[in-house]
């Protein structure tokens, strides 16, 4: 069952979201920290999933996506500065499918990369919170959305 109240915490971080900074970035290296100034200044963006990097591959440490959005929580006294809340044994996909009460195949596969050939860079802040209305409308039949309809873009015809 989708956990309606964490959609609707989700829906309000992307309308007030202005601007953001991130736990971790004063040690981050210099091209790290260059793409989190682009983050500050371009809050939400679908194709960024990294600033920190780590031997055993990529972590999210960031809220631009929906799923780090899920994760954000806000650093005490600060109103725009966020800690990306995984845990170690899941994937920033997984721990974001747990808050949002989604299975977490689906929610990577139709939410958080959606599988429609669209361009995640031209996501719109917008697009997002039109997504996350129509998860929350679908309520515990969500899984019959397919990224297509989530997204509310019509699927190509295949040619006989």
Same mark, same amino acid.
């Not at 719109?124 to 959305?145: F, H, M, N, P, S």
């Not at 397919?146 to 040619?159: D, F, H, S």
């Given at each position: 069952?989708?956990?309606?109240?964490?959609?609707?915490?989700?829906?309000?971080?992307?309308?007030?979201?202005?601007?953001?900074?991130?736990?971790?970035?004063?040690?981050?290296?210099?091209?790290?920290?260059?793409?989190?100034?682009?983050?500050?200044?371009?809050?939400?963006?679908?194709?960024?999933?990294?600033?920190?990097?780590?031997?055993?591959?990529?972590?999210? &440490?960031?809220?631009?996506?929906?799923?780090?959005?899920?994760?954000?929580?806000?650093?005490?006294?600060?109103?725009?500065?966020?800690?990306?809340?995984?845990?170690?044994?899941?994937?920033?996909?997984?721990?974001?499918?747990?808050?949002?009460?989604?299975?977490?195949?689906?929610?990577?596969?139709?939410?958080?990369?959606?599988?429609?050939?669209?361009?995640?860079?031209?996501?719109?802040?917008?697009?997002?919170?039109?997504?996350?209305? &129509?998860?929350?409308?679908?309520?515990?039949?969500?899984?019959?959305?397919?990224?297509?309809?989530?997204?509310?873009?019509?699927?190509? &015809?295949?040619?006989?």
């Amino acid at each position: 069952m989708p956990n309606i109240k964490e959609i609707d915490r989700v829906i309000r971080l992307l309308t007030d979201a202005t601007g953001t900074t991130f736990d971790g970035i004063g040690t981050a290296p210099y091209g790290q920290k260059m793409d989190a100034l682009r983050v500050f200044l371009n809050p939400f963006n679908m194709s960024f999933f990294s600033i920190e990097r780590r031997a055993k591959g990529h972590k999210c &440490r960031t809220p631009c996506c929906i799923a780090g959005w899920a994760c954000a929580k806000p650093v005490a006294g600060y109103k725009w500065q966020f800690e990306v809340d995984t845990s170690p044994e899941k994937s920033t996909s997984q721990h974001a499918a747990n808050i949002l009460g989604l299975d977490s195949g689906w929610a990577h596969d139709n939410l958080f990369v959606p599988e429609n050939n669209m361009p995640l860079e031209k996501v719109t802040k917008q697009q997002a919170i039109a997504a996350l209305e &129509r998860l929350k409308k679908a309520g515990d039949k969500y899984q019959k959305l397919n990224a297509w309809t989530l997204w509310g873009m019509k699927q190509p &015809r295949v040619p006989k």
